[in-house]
């Protein structure tokens, strides 16, 4: 079956520290890739996707490439703000306009 | 991209009684999905809601607990029935409009006393 597991939280930074969220997956077939971000009281908002091997998605100094050969997605920032406080999930869904499978959530906190 | 709605946005409900939560979508889609998020957890898909015919339930989900409409390419409904509090949860409604993007609503909060 297919799955997501993410790096264990929570993670607490201070402003402007480099942020990286390890995300792997095993998939049946040829995922695309997601990472949504769910800020607190809100849903969840789309951040960043990657259809296809090597490529990098990339939004609001976010980044993430999709590496076949290690089976990972891992989502970095080169200076985190507090306004980037909230829940990051990686995701994939395998079929064309089919269902996402999350992973666990990580939950990270800024600190001025 | 497609913006949703979710009403109501929170409820709190006695167990036994059942909730219906209503999603809409400002544009037609061709997909909607409903998921649960229990409390500090990850987000689980209970059904893909399908136009003009009954949803598809994943494993663990079933028609007479969480029954499932969808009358047209903008709107679906989600019912919790017979609640107890382990229903207590965070229910979201998600649409496809194309391939690789998919939208949520910003939740239904439920507490089941």
């Known amino acids: 079956g297919n799955s997501v597991t993410q790096m264990e939280g929570p993670v607490t930074l201070s402003e402007e520290a480099f942020l990286t969220i390890n995300c792997t997956y095993t998939a049946t077939g040829y995922p695309s890739l997601f990472w949504y971000v769910q800020y607190p009281g809100e849903g969840l908002q789309l951040l960043l996707k990657a259809t296809k091997a090597d490529d990098k998605g990339s939004n609001k100094g976010f980044e993430a490439t999709y590496r076949k050969e290690t089976t990972s997605f891992h989502l970095e920032k080169g200076s985190v703000q507090v306004s980037d406080s909230a829940v990051y999930f990686c995701?994939?869904?395998?079929?064309?306009?089919?269902?996402?499978?999350f992973g666990q959530g990580t939950i990270l906190t800024v600190h001025p | 991209s497609a913006v949703i709605s979710q009403k109501p946005s929170r409820d709190i409900c006695q167990r036994g009684t059942s909730l219906t939560i209503q999603c809409q979508v400002d544009s037609q889609v061709t997909m909607m999905f409903w998921y649960r998020q229990q409390p500090g957890q990850s987000l689980t898909l209970i059904a893909t809601a399908n136009q003009g015919s009954e949803a598809t339930y994943e494993s663990g989900f079933v028609i007479d607990k969480f029954p499932i409409s969808r009358p047209n390419l903008t709107f679906s409904t989600l019912t919790v029935s017979n609640m107890s509090p382990e229903d207590s949860s965070i229910y979201l409604c998600s649409a496809r409009d194309s391939p690789y993007e998919q939208y949520f609503g910003p939740g239904t909060r439920l507490t089941v006393t």
């Open positions: 995701a994939l869904s395998v079929i064309n306009y089919g269902k996402l499978t």
